[in-house]
């Protein structure tokens, strides 16, 4: 799934320069079968498709003129690249005002990629040509003057094709979940931590016990007792330290244990506040059909908010994997 926001703001996966563009305007949505949806987040001027103005979600067909503000935005471009999420970009330029920019900016675009390969092609021949020319002179001087091929490959290293923009949000919900998939992910490197911990702490003990083995030894005879006295002073010395190292690593493990009742404390009460949302905004019908899924009991004479309240409580009872579960399993009821 694809998701590119826009708007006048920095943060945006496109940046539009238009006064009449709000910061966070709008966002694209492509889902993984290849629908393409366009939402208005609430902008202050409004969003058209084909001339209408559109409150929350909408499909895009192809052809469909979408514009925010006096912006008219060749949006099917932004949703044909091949890049995965963590390597989408912002922009270089700002979209600009054109009711029949569509056609020009892709026009410019297919002229510019092939000036910049002429230019690679020219740059790679001046390449191969400077290499040559060098090898021929190389006995007859040690300094080799400077080929033209670096003014060139300067010139030709700033001229690449501006990315075409991604992101990351499909909506609300999806903004959620991205925000628990990187809580979870700090949960789960605080508890690697932990066992790291954990691991060299047993190491020291095992360190100990040989310790202890070789105190035993000392008993065999006065001089083994003497020379091994040392050792053993060196070793208590060692163990000290290594008391005080596993006294540190107790302190960071409590500190990470700290961390990981946090983040549990933090996810719970994520997932609570994204399935009331969720909840909250379903009619009867839905209401109704999540009921029937999760097999909860109900009664023909419910109303809505009795239903919901059915839902949020069987919720509330559940562990932490199984609440994942059950809002995954609603959301795609309620999406359906």
């Not at 920019?101 to 092609?121: E, F, L, P, S």
């Not at 070789?214 to 208590?236: C, G, I, P, T, Y």
């Not at 562990?319 to 359906?336: C, G, L, P």
């Amino acid at each position: 799934m694809k998701v590119i926001t826009i708007g006048r703001g920095g943060e945006c996966s496109v940046v539009v320069n238009d006064a009449k563009v709000s910061r966070m305007h709008a966002q694209l949505v492509q889902d993984d079968e290849g629908q393409i949806s366009l939402v208005d987040l609430g902008s202050t001027n409004g969003t058209t498709v084909n001339g209408k103005r559109i409150t929350g979600e909408i499909r895009l067909n192809p052809g469909d003129e979408v514009r925010i503000g006096d912006t008219v935005l060749p949006w099917q471009t932004y949703v044909t690249s091949g890049r995965t999420p963590s390597q989408s970009v912002k922009p270089h330029a700002s979209v600009k005002s054109n009711t029949k920019g569509n056609m020009a900016r892709q026009t410019n675009g297919d002229k510019q990629r092939k000036m910049i390969w002429i230019i690679v092609a020219a740059a790679l021949a001046l390449i191969v040509g400077g290499g040559v020319f060098w090898l021929l002179n190389k006995g007859e001087s040690e300094d080799v003057p400077i080929s033209p091929v670096t003014a060139s490959m300067d010139s030709t290293a700033t001229m690449k094709e501006i990315p075409e923009p991604e992101a990351t949000i499909t909506s609300d919900n999806s903004e959620s979940d991205v925000q628990l998939a990187v809580a979870q992910d700090l949960l789960e490197k605080a508890r690697k931590e932990k066992a790291e911990a954990e691991r060299l702490k047993k190491e020291l003990n095992q360190k100990d016990s040989v310790l202890e083995k070789k105190k035993a030894a000392l008993n065999k005879s006065e001089e083994e007792v003497k020379a091994q006295s040392e050792e053993l002073k060196r070793n208590a010395e060692e163990m000290e330290k290594d008391k005080q190292i596993i006294q540190n690593k107790d302190k960071e493990i409590e500190k990470k244990d700290n961390v990981i009742k946090k983040k549990d404390e933090e996810i719970t009460k994520k997932y609570d506040d994204i399935f009331n949302d969720l909840v909250k905004d379903m009619d009867f019908a839905t209401a109704s059909k999540v009921c029937k899924e999760l097999k909860i009991k109900t009664k023909p004479n419910y109303s809505g908010d009795t239903l919901k309240k059915l839902i949020k409580d069987n919720f509330a009872k559940k562990t932490e994997e199984a609440k994942k579960a059950m809002y995954e399993k609603v959301k795609k009821i309620v999406e359906s």
